[in-house]
């Protein structure tokens, strides 16, 4: 069955939304496999946003991800990659459509509420990162 890795982030976490996110992913029929409340480390992060390293916007998100706590959770179902990333919304804040988490409650592109492995390949990757004990 595929897995993936959500985070809650720390603009999410401090507005009280982690319920609200679990709940738009359980309603989709994913199923709750690991989850952790943890303030990341900024060692943790740049290998997590190791592709953006070198834009303009990494410095600031790893600022961001690091300023408390976030909500990591891995999620399994059919499609769970993809679903994950429908219910999030799209990446750029004036795309992002109502209905999707960062159409509801994201105002801007990089404090943007939620985070979805994009492929089965990263989802293997952050998982290893953010959960080393878990064996699936
Ligand atoms: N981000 C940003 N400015 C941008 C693009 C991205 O601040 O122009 C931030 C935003 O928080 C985003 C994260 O960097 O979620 C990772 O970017 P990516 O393109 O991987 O978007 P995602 O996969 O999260 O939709
Ligand atoms: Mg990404």
């Known amino acids: 069955m595929e897995v993936t890795l959500a985070i809650v982030k720390p603009d999410g976490v401090k507005r009280g939304l982690i319920g609200e996110i679990l709940k738009r992913y359980e309603n989709k029929g994913l199923r709750l496999k690991a989850a952790k409340v943890v303030t990341p480390s900024i060692e943790l992060l740049e290998k997590h946003y190791e592709e953006h390293k070198g834009k303009p916007f990494f410095k600031p998100l790893i600022e961001y991800m690091s300023s408390g706590p976030?909500?990591?959770?891995?999620?399994?179902?059919?499609?769970?990659v993809k679903l994950v990333r429908m219910i999030?919304?799209?990446?750029?804040?004036?795309?992002?459509?109502?209905?999707?988490?960062?159409?509801?409650?994201?105002?801007?592109?990089?404090?943007?509420?939620?985070?979805?492995?994009?492929?089965?390949e990263?989802?293997?990757?952050?998982?290893?990162l953010w959960f080393p004990e878990l064996i699936l």
């Not at 999030?88 to 404090?111: C, M, Q, W």
């Open 70 to 80: 976030v909500f990591a959770m891995v999620l399994e179902g059919e499609n769970a």
């Open 88 to 120: 999030n919304g799209a990446t750029k804040v004036e795309d992002a459509l109502p209905g999707t988490i960062r159409g509801d409650f994201a105002s801007s592109t990089t404090y943007n509420v939620v985070h979805g492995s994009d492929s089965v």
């Open 122 to 128: 990263s989802a293997k990757r952050e998982i290893a």
